[in-house]
């Protein structure tokens, strides 16, 4: 199985801050990653697919970027309704794994 | 719009058999692939299985392989997942998420139903 590792695991930051989420997988996925946003009590949402295609109606701040094994998440002003938890998940075999999650919340 | 949503959860006893359905509307259930996906609380999402838009074919993780079946009714347009075996570890919540792709199940899940609850417990 494709092992998705996420870092880091949480992470505070302020509004207006720009992060970095990385993701980096066991073997090459090619660009078969995509990005999901969990807010409490609430199903994930598709941000980014293929590595780097926005979901239609996501706000253009989310980016992402990678291919083979190592990938970022990127939001480039947070606003206060992004504070959340985010995972990456492959698609390019099954499983189709998911990383272990990274918490994002308010400095 | 697009609507799954998820019910059978509840409280079960170890070892004992549940089945999860999921239905769906707003969308042509028949081309598209379909997931099971579950969430332990206060834990990350495991992905379970997938179920190509034909039922022809059909992929799990090795934690439930041989234990869960997926499976569709696409007159109906409903998933579902028949849960064996049951342990502790499979208390979780259980959402049904449909493929972006259509016919093909290599793309992200793009909808998700709220989840049903399933509790193992004695």
């Known amino acids: 199985d494709i092992q998705m590792t996420q870092s880091p695991s949480s992470l505070s930051a302020s509004v207006g801050d720009r992060v970095t989420i990385t993701c980096r997988a066991s073997q090459s996925v090619s660009t078969y990653v995509n990005w999901y946003q969990q807010k409490p009590g609430k199903a994930p949402k598709v941000l980014i697919y293929t590595t780097s295609s926005l979901q239609s109606g996501v706000p253009s701040r989310f980016s992402g970027s990678g291919s083979g094994t190592d990938f970022t998440l990127t939001i480039s002003s947070l606003q206060p309704e992004d504070f959340a938890t985010y995972y990456c998940?492959?698609?390019?075999?099954?499983?189709?794994?998911f990383g272990q999650g990274t918490r994002l919340e308010i400095k | 719009q697009v609507q799954l949503v998820e019910s059978g959860g509840g409280v079960v006893q170890p070892g004992r058999s549940l089945t999860l359905s999921c239905a769906a509307s707003?969308?042509?259930?028949?081309?598209?692939?379909m997931h099971w996906v579950r969430q332990a609380p206060g834990k990350g999402l495991e992905w379970l299985a997938v179920?190509?838009?034909?039922?022809?074919?059909?992929y799990y993780t090795d934690s439930v392989k041989g234990r869960f079946t997926i499976s569709r009714d696409n007159s109906n347009n409903t998933l579902y997942l028949q849960v064996n075996s049951l342990r502790a570890e499979d208390t979780a919540v259980y959402y049904c998420?449909?493929?972006?792709?259509?016919?093909?199940?290599?793309?992200?899940?793009?909808?998700w139903g709220q989840g049903t609850l399933l509790t193992v417990s004695s």
């Open positions: 179920i190509s838009y034909d039922g022809s074919h059909r």
């Open positions: 998940q492959q698609t390019f075999n099954t499983p189709r794994t």
């Open positions: 998420g449909k493929d972006q792709n259509h016919y093909d199940s290599t793309g992200p899940l793009d909808y």
């Open positions: 707003g969308f042509s259930f028949s081309t598209y692939g």
